[in-house]
């Protein structure tokens, strides 16, 4: 039998080079290997200050987007429309360590942003989102979670929670699932270098992986290669990006030869653009051709994702059956 991979994204309704290298394209390739389910979180996308008008526009834009790129609509769920992820949220929250939460990295790092740009408000659902992420995992047994380092605090939460509840319950309940560190390249802003690529730095500092040929081949063309602030036989920040991009984009030989080119001193830094540019569009042009198919069959795809999630759902409604029975709560099928 196959092992299950879970991971999820939430609803930013965009995605750029970062994102795409980083992990949505490791999601595209786990589907030969796994059993994959891949959620668009929206639950999550709440416990931010948001607009209400934009959240549904922006989980079928990422949805879209994420068939665009390859994955596979038959894997795709949305969180909301599979409501025992919050069922189950709320039995973790009393399985789930107050302490533990409060030492959580990525609430701190949110609720100051918060209290800097913002109303200062921040919510109960900011403090329990790793409870949410818990169940999201935990709800589809699932054996491996492909995130970046900055969600391995949550995972340890997660294993602690179905650690707790097994205990508690008296059975190897829940498998403890692992996190998949597979080595993605981590990309940065073209025009700034030393920061990652990201959409909340502005415009400049990602690019769209559906961006227009004109602008995609323009914030390439403009990158940062030398600040002159490089210390003397070493690759400057802004070059090596444009190397990681080159690999990541999968044009080895272009990388090989123009690396040959820097170690002899001789890079044109106009051959290494245009390199990454091309390789770039190669991508960009096949998903830009997806999307538009995608969107001429808006109603069909949304009605495909609607499928595809009742039948995932039938998943965690048989774990939190399963649950209620362990629990002590009252499971009554109506
Ligand atoms: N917290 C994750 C992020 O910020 C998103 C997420 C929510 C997630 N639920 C998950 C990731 C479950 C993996 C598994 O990227």
Redesign the pocket.
């Known amino acids: 039998m196959k092992k299950r991979v879970?991971?999820?994204?939430?609803p930013t309704g965009h995605m750029h080079f970062g994102n795409y290298f980083g992990a949505n394209k490791n999601w595209v390739d786990l589907q030969a290997e796994y059993e994959c389910f891949y959620?668009v979180?929206d639950y999550?996308a709440m416990t931010m200050p948001y607009d209400v008008k934009k959240l549904r526009v922006n989980t079928w834009e990422m949805i879209f987007n994420l068939m665009a790129i390859g994955v596979k609509g038959e894997n795709l769920f949305v969180q909301s429309l599979v409501p025992e992820h919050a069922e189950l949220g709320w039995i973790f929250n009393n399985f789930a360590a107050m302490g533990r939460v409060e030492n959580m990295t990525?609430f701190k790092d949110k609720s100051s942003d918060s209290k800097e740009k913002s109303s200062g408000f921040i919510s109960v659902g900011l403090f329990d989102?790793?409870v949410?992420?818990a169940a999201?995992?935990l709800i589809y047994k699932a054996d491996y979670?492909p995130?970046?380092e900055?969600?391995k605090q949550?995972l340890e939460l997660t294993r602690e929670i179905a650690n707790r509840f097994n205990n508690q319950v008296g059975k190897e309940y829940f498998v403890l699932p692992e996190t998949l560190l597979t080595k993605t390249p981590k990309i940065k802003s073209t025009a700034d270098p030393s920061r990652k690529m990201s959409k909340s730095a502005g415009e400049k500092h990602y690019i769209n992986v559906f961006a227009d040929e004109a602008r995609l081949l323009k914030q390439i063309r403009s990158a940062v290669t030398d600040t002159g602030e490089t210390t003397e036989g070493q690759m400057s920040d802004g070059v090596a990006n444009l190397f990681e991009l080159l690999k990541a984009a999968g044009a080895d030989e272009d990388h090989t030869s123009l690396m040959k080119d820097y170690e002899a001193g001789q890079l044109k830094y106009v051959d290494l653009k245009d390199a990454v540019g091309q390789a770039l569009l190669g991508l960009n042009q096949g998903f830009v051709a997806a999307k538009a198919e995608i969107l001429a069959n808006k109603k069909d795809v949304k009605y495909q994702i609607k499928q595809s999630s009742e039948r995932i759902r039938k998943v965690a409604q048989e774990t939190v059956r399963e649950v209620k029975e362990l629990t002590g709560l009252l499971n009554v099928k109506f």
């Open positions: 879970l991971s999820c994204i939430q959620g979180v999550h990525q989102y790793p949410l992420q999201d995992i979670v995130v970046g900055d969600q949550h």
